[in-house]
T-cell receptor
Framework: AQTVTQSQPEMSVQEAETVTLSCTYD???????LFWYKQPPSRQMILVIR??????QNATENRFSVNFQKAAKSFSLKISDSQLGDAAMYFC?????????????FGKGTHLIIQP | GAVVSQHPSRVICKSGTSVKIECRSL??????MFWYRQFPKKSLMLMAT?????????EQGVEKDKFLINHASLTLSTLTVTSAHPEDSSFYIC??????????FGSGTRLTVV
């Protein structure tokens, strides 16, 4: 079974500053995907960034980047130049391969607060 | 881009009745669809995986007779909560996976059983 741990229930950052959300995971698979999803108050899940485990290069999407440490099973999300619209719940997830196939296993989430 | 429509967005039903939630992929064919449940201020828990034309695969602890899933076409999956009880009240979210798209989520359904 796969597990995803987000140890920060809540984080707060000043607008325009940088914040890092942590995520660790455990999997027995050799090939897997890791994701960060954003869930604003509307509760719509929005993909922020995706990382293939076989790629050593860290994924980057504009102000969002990850620090993928495969040996340590760590997958942190860095948000640069934080904006008010970044306020949301952030979930780290890995592709699941339990009773079903390809479903995602999510962490408990980090509530990100942006201070104006 | 890939769009998944989920309907209804919220529903209130009486205890003992059944309610159906629809999940449609609007601009792509979804080879696989997933159903998740999210309790307030909690994470998403995978309930089941469905592939078009075949029976759904349920996660451990999910009652397949209570949560009926039908994936009759490559663009539509339905979740029917049968004989609903107040403890079934929750936020249900579907996700669709196509050949070329990643996981696209619907906007969710808030179910309240009274």
């Amino acid at each position: 079974a796969q597990t995803v741990t987000q140890s920060q229930p809540e984080m707060s950052v000043q607008e325009a500053e940088t914040v890092t959300l942590s995520c660790t995971y455990d999997t027995s698979e050799s090939d897997y995907y890791l994701f960060w999803y954003k869930q604003p108050p509307s509760r719509q899940m929005i993909l922020v960034i995706r990382q293939e485990a076989y790629k050593q290069q860290n994924a980057t999407e504009n102000r969002f980047s990850v620090n993928f440490q495969k040996a340590a099973k760590s997958f942190s999300l860095k948000i640069s130049d934080s904006q008010l619209g970044d306020a949301a719940m952030y979930f780290c997830a890995t592709r699941h391969s339990g009773g079903g196939a390809d479903g995602l296993t999510f962490g408990k989430g980090t509530h990100l607060i942006i201070q104006p | 881009g890939a769009v998944v429509s989920q309907h209804p967005s919220r529903v209130i039903c009486k205890s003992g009745t059944s309610v159906k939630i629809e999940c449609r992929s609007l601009d792509f064919q979804a080879t696989t669809m997933f159903w998740y449940r999210q309790f307030p201020k909690k994470s998403l828990m995978l309930m089941a995986t469905s592939n078009e034309g075949s029976k759904a695969t349920y996660e451990q602890g999910v009652e397949k007779d209570k949560f009926l899933i039908n994936h009759a076409s490559l663009t539509l999956s339905t979740l029917t909560v049968t004989s609903a009880h107040p403890e079934d009240s929750s936020f249900y979210i579907c996700s669709a996976k196509g050949l070329w798209y990643g996981y696209t989520f619907g906007s969710g359904t808030r179910l309240t059983v009274v």
